[in-house]
């Protein structure tokens, strides 16, 4: 359960999949990872903000 907390605050701010996912310990293509990110509409509408 930490883990998934710790990958899924550190996608809200990196938001870069291969640096949390080096620093969690996930190897490459790792199903349990790509289910701890949840993109949820706040980080969507700050990268729509970015772009603007």
């Known amino acids: 359960m930490a883990r998934r907390v710790l990958v899924g605050n550190l996608y809200k701010e990196l938001k870069?999949?291969?640096?949390?996912?080096?620093?969690s310990g996930h190897v490459e293509n790792s199903k349990a990872?790509?289910?701890y990110r949840n993109?949820?509409?706040e980080m969507a509408k700050e990268v729509i903000m970015k772009l603007e």
């Open 33 to 35: 990872f790509n289910r």
């Open 39 to 41: 993109i949820d509409e």
């Open 16 to 23: 870069d999949p291969n640096l949390i996912a080096k620093i």
